[in-house]
């Protein structure tokens, strides 16, 4: 499969953004995917995944009850919508994607991910 990211922009702190990621190929739905984000000089880290069908997700703490990860298989779309943003969110976003994980796991590491997007830029204004 290849991803492809985009929605990443420039924003005020408090601000939204919904980060969006197509992925090419068939059986979309029967992949876990997944968002990470990488700052300058630091270690790409957990955002959120979700199962095949949306119905279970998981977030990293620093995102949660800010960020929402969603999923239209029908149009093999992978989302994030990222609300109260903060600078501390500015990132380069991948989203990434793994088919039929043992026990269809959301991984939280990026060992976890076969398939990776090229990234999109978020950047958080004070």
């Known amino acids: 499969v290849q991803l492809q990211a985009s929605g990443g922009g420039l924003v005020q702190a408090g601000g939204s953004l919904r980060l969006s990621c197509v992925a090419s190929?068939?059986?979309?739905?029967?992949?876990?995917m997944a968002w990470f984000r990488q700052a300058p000089g630091k270690e790409r880290e957990f955002v959120a995944a979700i199962g095949w069908n949306g119905g279970s997700t998981t977030y990293a703490d620093s995102v949660k009850g800010r960020f929402t990860i969603s999923r239209d298989n029908a149009k093999n779309t992978l989302y994030l919508r990222m609300n109260s943003l903060k600078p501390e969110d500015t990132a380069v976003y991948y989203c990434?994607?793994?088919?039929?994980?043992?026990?269809?796991?959301?991984?939280?590491?990026?060992?976890?991910?076969?398939?990776w997007g090229q990234g999109t830029e978020v950047t958080v204004s004070s």
């Open positions: 190929g068939r059986a979309f739905s029967s992949y876990v």
């Open positions: 990434a994607a793994v088919r039929n994980p043992p026990g269809l796991r959301l991984g939280v590491r990026p060992s976890s991910y076969d398939y």
